[in-house]
T-cell receptor
Framework: GAGVSQTPSNKVTEKGKYVELRCDPI?????LYWYRQSLGQGPEFLIY????????DSGLPNDRFFAVRPEGSVSTLKIQRTERGDSAVYLC?????????????FGPGTRLTVT | QKEVEQNSGPLSVPEGAIASLNCTYS??????FFWYRQYSGKSPELIMF????GDKEDGRFTAQLNKASQYVSLLIRDSQPSDSATYLC????????????FGAGTRLAVHP
């Protein structure tokens, strides 16, 4: 079946602008995660959705970052007043509803460059 | 101390050899452990997971977990040049299944 999809694959924006990154999880996966990966580092957790609600947003770096998942499927990560330090690959992952081992499956990512 | 630690490498092994990748974690209550492979410019791909002490084998891959030592490893037998990638260790911390904590990854280079 189809995997996690993310759009756009690349986004270049100017400092101070607003961006939206979209994630479409694997069909039937109720859990959705956003991570951010900088060069040479592992992915860093941002936020976790179970269904429509954000169950854990402890990884969001500040209030410029916000994410929604209004219908429990597609999610949008929103970044206001972008800064050069926001440049990274933003990864989305999803997980089935009931697995003992809680493995997550990643999408291809969106590479964000803030100039 | 980082929550999940890995040697950055590169780990260089000849084709056909066994590659051994290691990872330590700090949260003693961690519950599940994962190995992801990441090719340059690509997203992480799940290759193994383990949650019980001992060994788990899947084809050429074996994951080993020792919770007492807070240590997890990945062995790749009969290494191939196509195995050359960064291998990320990830851990479900205690307190729930809401996130994975990743190490920085070990770069593996398999040379012919």
């Amino acid at each position: 079946g189809a995997g996690v999809s993310q759009t756009p694959s690349n986004k270049v924006t100017e400092k101070g602008k607003y961006v939206e990154l979209r994630c479409d999880p694997i069909s039937g996966h109720t859990a959705l995660y956003w991570y951010r990966q900088s060069l040479g580092q592992g992915p860093e957790f941002l936020i976790y959705f179970q269904g429509t609600g954000a169950a854990d947003d402890s990884g969001l770096p500040n209030d410029r970052f916000f994410a929604v998942r209004p219908e429990g499927s597609v999610s949008t990560l929103k970044i206001q007043r972008t800064e050069r330090g926001d440049s990274a690959v933003y990864l989305c992952a999803s997980r089935p509803a009931a697995t003992r081992t809680h493995e997550q499956y990643f999408g291809p990512g969106t590479r964000l460059t803030v100039t | 101390q980082k929550e999940v630690e890995q040697n950055s490498g590169p780990l260089s092994v000849p084709e056909g050899a066994i590659a051994s990748l290691n990872c330590t974690y700090s949260d003693r209550g961690s519950q599940s452990f994962f190995w992801y492979r990441q090719y340059s410019g690509k997203s992480p791909e799940l290759i193994m997971f383990i949650y019980s002490n001992g060994d788990k084998e899947d084809g050429r891959f074996t994951a080993q977990l020792n919770k007492a030592s807070q240590y997890v490893s990945l062995l790749i037998r009969d290494s191939q040049p196509s195995d050359s990638a960064t291998y990320l260790c990830a851990v479900n911390p205690s307190g729930g299944y809401n996130k994975l904590i990743f190490g920085a990854g070990t770069r593996l280079a398999v040379h012919p």
